[in-house]
Each structure stands twice: as structure tokens, then as C-alpha cells.
């Protein structure tokens, strides 16, 4: 009799579901994705964290899955597309999850490289933090800025505008820049146009900036005084800051290019459940507080602000990177290449 009643009881919720045009209620799928996830017992993350970032975020998330292992390539966002389109073209797919500058990420989608996965906890999310069919959903922003160290740098001479860049005396390996940073120069196109961008990129080449090889190495060498100034990212600066250095600081010229950083499941992946888990994870507000609180960046989680408030989009003029810009990304490149050589 019991059992009857059960199936009675959910025919005539199908039904009135149904019938007044209701979301009829469908079984989540969350145990499957665990046993799933035990057999596979370990997943391979492609990310541009840093050691002690994949750490902060591997540790709790084993703590909560004990029977998965964390297994990481850490790279810049152009070799992590370069890895994961060679070994897709060898029929040979490694990577689990890609977590990375959205610009290389859309072209990974581009190429039918990601496979679509609308994790539930995005719903909060901003609809341009996330793709509409699921391949990839925004961890949180990263904000390339001008940073400098204040005992190098006197008050009065810190540039105001990027155009204060050009002066002869930021000449000669008193700047930094990124070998890879064709996204700065489509941000900077994409709010001032492609042809003041262009000519903008063409002075400073002339300025014989110093090209070293990221941006966390960049700030940490203009801390310790190899240079004055240098493109870095603003809640690295934050986080130097927050452990006592005064060598480093960093100013809101506009615009700031902010690239989100999103995460994503590859196509092919070797352990599909075991990737779900870890994206729900990141995404969850357990995962948007370590990026927040022990990362300093800024969340794509709305009901969590930055940690900084110098990093509040709402004082800041922002350049956000888009999808549209991500199609020209290999002509930004080319010219950006044949600039800073």
C-alpha cells in the first residue's frame, strides 16, 4: 500500500505539473556524479595559479572529497592552449579542467575543445560571467595595472595616464611588460579603438621596455628594486601589501583591462564527475572565499565584493574583455609580438 501511494503521489505531481505548465521536478544527478567520481579517483587541473594558490584551493576541496586526488600543469594562459590543443590534435586528451584567462578559453570553445556543464552554483552569477550553454562560467577578475615601488618612484612622478608612460624618462628598461600581453593591448583597443591603441603601442615599444616572462615574477622584481614600474596585476600588489611589503603599489589609470578568469571542463575528459565536483566547488562560496580572502581578487560572485576596496569595480574604469575581442585575439598577438620582440 505504501508503495501505491508513492507512485500515486508522484503521477499526480507529474501531472499537475504538467498540466498548469509547471517545471516538473527532475532527480538530481549529484550521487551519480560522486559514485562516478570514486571510481575515477583522481582529476587533472590545467591552471595558471600559482603553487601555493593550487594548494589553497586543492586543500579544502580534498578535505570535502577525501577519495579524489588533485593532480595540476600550472602554466601562462598561452601554453595551457597550446598543451590542450596538441595533445586534442594527438587524439591524446589530458586535461580534466581548464582554469585560465578567458581569452585563450574562448578559444578553446571556439575550437569544440570544452564540453558544456551549467554547474548550479552560477545561477547567482551575472549572465555575462557565464557562457549561455555552459562551457565556461567566471572564477573571478584580474586587473591589469600600472604598478610601481613607491621608494623608487617620488609621489609626484607617478604616472596619471598611460600616455605618462611615454616620457623619456620611463625610457630604457625602466618599464615592464609581459612577453605575452596581446589581451592588455585588445583591452586598450576595445575602449579607446584600434587605431589609438595601435599608435599608443607603437610609442611605448620605443620606450625599449623590459620584457620579462609574468606578471607575479614582474611584481616581485619591481619590489626588490630591478625596475621602477611595471604592467602587473592588482590584487597580487594587494597581497604583497597585506603581508607587509611597502616596496609596492599600483595605480587606477583608465582604463584598467580586466580579463575574467573562468574555469571549464574539457571536452574528452578522463574523469568528467571528478571535474564536475571541483568546478561546483570553485564556484561555490566556500571556493569564491579563498579567491577572495587569501587571493585578494575580485569574485564574479556578486554577493562578494573585493576584499580591498581600491579594487571596486564601481570606483574603477574598467575595459572588460569580451568574446567579440577574443575572435581577433591572434591578430593582437601578432602585432604585440612584433612590437616588444
Known amino acids: 500500500m ?12 507529474w501531472t499537475l505539473c504538467s498540466f498548469f505548465g509547471l517545471a516538473v521536478p527532475i532527480k538530481s544527478h549529484s550521487q551519480d556524479i560522486i559514485d562516478g567520481a570514486k571510481k575515477e579517483g583522481k582529476f ?9 594558490e593550487i594548494d589553497e584551493v586543492a586543500g579544502p576541496f580534498t578535505k570535502k572529497y577525501p577519495f ?3 593532480e595540476s600543469f600550472r602554466g601562462n594562459a598561452l601554453q595551457l592552449l597550446q598543451k590542450i590543443t596538441t595533445e586534442a590534435r594527438a587524439g591524446r586528451p589530458q586535461a580534466d579542467v581548464a582554469q585560465f584567462n578567458s581569452f585563450e578559453a574562448w578559444q578553446l ?9 551549467k554547474s548550479p552554483e552560477a545561477k547567482k552569477f551575472p549572465d555575462n560571467f557565464k557562457d549561455p550553454d555552459g562551457y565556461w562560467t567566471t572564477l573571478y577578475m584580474n586587473y ?10 617620488s609621489a609626484a612622478d607617478v604616472p596619471r595616464t598611460w600616455d605618462d608612460l611615454l ?3 620611463w625610457k630604457g628598461d625602466k618599464f615592464a611588460l609581459d612577453r605575452d600581453n596581446a589581451v592588455w593591448y585588445g583591452g586598450l583597443a576595445l575602449y579607446w579603438g584600434k587605431e589609438k591603441a595601435a599608435k599608443f603601442m607603437k610609442a611605448l615599444a620605443s620606450q625599449q621596455p623590459t620584457m620579462r616572462k609574468g606578471h607575479t615574477l614582474i611584481a616581485n622584481l619591481m619590489s626588490s ?36 578568469i573562468v574555469i571549464g571542463i574539457a571536452k574528452n575528459a578522463p574523469s568528467p564527475n571528478a571535474a564536475k565536483l571541483f568546478v561546483d566547488f570553485f564556484l561555490s562560496k566556500e571556493g569564491q572565499v579563498i579567491s577572495q580572502k587569501q587571493q585578494f581578487r575580485v569574485p564574479a560572485n556578486p554577493d562578494m565584493p573585493p576584499v580591498s576596496a581600491k579594487l571596486d569595480a564601481k570606483n574603477l574604469k574598467i575595459s572588460l574583455i569580451n568574446r567579440q575581442l577574443a575572435d581577433s585575439y591572434q591578430e593582437y598577438d601578432k602585432e604585440y609580438q612584433a612590437l616588444f620582440k
Open 44 to 52: 587533472l587541473l590545467y591552471t595558471s595559479l600559482t603553487l601555493q
Open 109 to 117: 570553445q571556439k575550437l569544440g575543445l570544452l564540453q558544456s556543464y
Open 2 to 13: 505504501k508503495l501505491c501511494r508513492t507512485v500515486l503521489r508522484l503521477t499526480l505531481s
Open 225 to 260: 628594486g630591478e625596475f621602477p614600474l611595471g604592467l602587473v596585476y592588482a590584487h597580487r600588489v594587494e597581497e604583497m601589501k597585506s603581508k607587509g611589503m611597502n616596496t609596492v603599489e599600483w595605480v587606477a589609470l583608465e582604463p584598467i583591462v580586466a580579463t575574467p
Open 68 to 70: 579524489l586526488k588533485v
Open 167 to 169: 616620457h623619456p624618462r
Open 144 to 153: 591589469l595595472v600600472l604598478g610601481y615601488n613607491p621608494t623608487i618612484v
